[in-house]
């Protein structure tokens, strides 16, 4: 197989493994605090990535790394599981999926602001009808009942963008799995004293969709995910490779219908769409 094939199926592997995120977490919110079920899928992920780390004898990163590292942290271990968990406590995973259409757009704006790049002016134009098309979907759905889970859900996404920019940074010096592994060990102590602090008194109303959704967003989407999303960045390229996250939005749809038996109607379907299309345009003229 050859590079960009493999970078390809690497990045889409990644893509598939992150769609399933928001609905494990819904299922996982039914039962579980969202601050339990956020120190505990990065505490479980953690102890596994310091396992690999010992187990293939890793390099410590230099010092210089820790703030990139912190951003990271920042971005996809702490700030966007704990956001989503919180905003799907007040909406279904089919309308928080939706915001994740501008997630590459995100990573885009942060590329931009930390690596210099100079889009074309239609790049904001793509930028600004994106967000228009989101806002105006809230809106139609009554944007003050969901007002604080639609606002948590775009907190989430430009902070997973930060992590997701400062993390292809930082991997090409120490590799993508590496990244990831040693954001998670940075704030172990933090988010295993939380989930001690946070875990319930006791299991026994815990239904299995639950224990299978932390499960999932423990070993998938916090660990096992990144290994194929970073590799594929590598290999192929952060610019060409990132644009896999545009099918991320129809795979999540797919898989809150499929397995929480979420109603997905035409006009969510048709905002999705449109924010994919602008996000597309926008990578266009990034350059």
Same mark, same amino acid.
């Given at each position: 197989?050859?590079? !960009?094939?493999?970078? $390809?199926?690497? &990045?889409?592997?990644?893509?598939?493994?992150?769609?399933?995120?928001?609905?494990? *977490?819904?299922?996982?919110?039914? #039962?579980?605090?969202?601050?339990?079920?956020?120190?505990?899928?990065?505490?479980?992920?953690?102890?596994?990535?310091?396992?690999?780390? /010992?187990?293939?004898?890793?390099?410590?990163?230099?010092?210089? #790394?820790?703030? !990139?590292? &912190?951003?990271?942290?920042?971005?996809?271990?702490?700030?966007?599981? @704990? /956001?989503?968990?919180?905003?799907?406590?007040?909406?279904?995973?089919?309308?928080?999926?939706?915001?994740?259409?501008? @997630?590459?757009?995100?990573?885009?704006?942060?590329?931009?602001?930390?690596?210099?790049?100079?889009?074309?002016?239609?790049? $904001?134009?793509?930028?600004?009808?994106?967000?228009?098309?989101?806002?105006?979907?809230?809106?139609?759905?009554?944007?003050?009942?969901?007002?604080?889970? #639609?606002?948590?859900?775009?907190?989430?996404?430009?902070?997973?963008?930060?992590?997701?920019?400062? &993390?292809?940074? %930082?991997?090409?010096?120490?590799?993508?799995?590496?990244?990831? +592994?040693?954001?998670?060990?940075?704030? /172990?102590?933090?988010?295993?004293?939380?989930?001690? $602090? !946070?875990?319930?008194? +006791?299991?026994? =109303?815990?239904? *299995? +969709?639950? $224990?299978?959704? @932390?499960?999932?967003?423990?070993?998938? +989407?916090?660990?096992?995910g990144f290994v194929f999303w970073y590799r594929g960045l590598a290999q192929g390229?952060?610019?060409?490779?990132?644009? /896999?996250? @545009?099918?991320?939005? =129809?795979?999540?749809?797919?898989?809150?219908? %499929?397995? %929480?038996?979420?109603?997905? #109607?035409?006009?969510?379907?048709?905002? *999705?769409?449109?924010?994919?299309?602008?996000?597309?345009?926008?990578?266009?003229?990034?350059?």
């Open positions: 197989m050859n590079k !960009t094939a493999s970078a $390809w199926i690497n &990045g889409f592997i990644g893509v598939v493994i992150f769609a399933g995120s928001l609905p494990a *977490t819904r299922a996982a919110v039914m #039962d579980f605090d969202p601050v339990f079920l956020t120190s505990a899928r990065a505490s479980i992920a953690a102890l596994l990535g310091a396992a690999i780390l /010992l187990g293939f004898r890793q390099r410590r990163p230099a010092p210089a #790394d820790m703030p !990139t590292l &912190g951003a990271v942290t920042l971005g996809v271990v702490i700030g966007f599981p @704990l /956001l989503t968990a919180l905003a799907l406590r007040h909406v279904s995973s089919a309308h928080s999926i939706v915001f994740l259409g501008l @997630l590459p757009l995100c990573t885009a704006i942060f590329g931009v602001l930390r690596g210099g790049e100079r889009p074309k002016p239609a790049f $904001w134009l793509f930028s600004l009808a994106g967000s228009a098309f989101v806002v105006g979907y809230a809106a139609c759905n009554g944007i003050e009942t969901s007002l604080k889970g #639609d606002a948590l859900m775009l907190a989430a996404v430009v902070v997973c963008g930060l992590g997701y920019a400062e &993390g292809a940074r %930082l991997s090409r010096r120490l590799g993508g799995w590496q990244v990831i +592994s040693w954001a998670l060990i940075l704030v /172990l102590p933090l988010t295993l004293t939380t989930a001690l $602090w !946070t875990m319930p008194a +006791s299991f026994a =109303f815990v239904r *299995t +969709s639950a $224990w299978g959704g @932390l499960a999932y967003v423990s070993l998938f +989407s916090m660990l096992i390229g952060i610019a060409s490779v990132s644009q /896999l996250q @545009l099918l991320q939005p =129809f795979i999540g749809l797919g898989f809150a219908a %499929l397995l %929480l038996h979420e109603t997905v #109607d035409p006009a969510m379907l048709g905002v *999705t769409l449109m924010a994919v299309a602008c996000v597309a345009g926008s990578k266009k003229f990034a350059a």
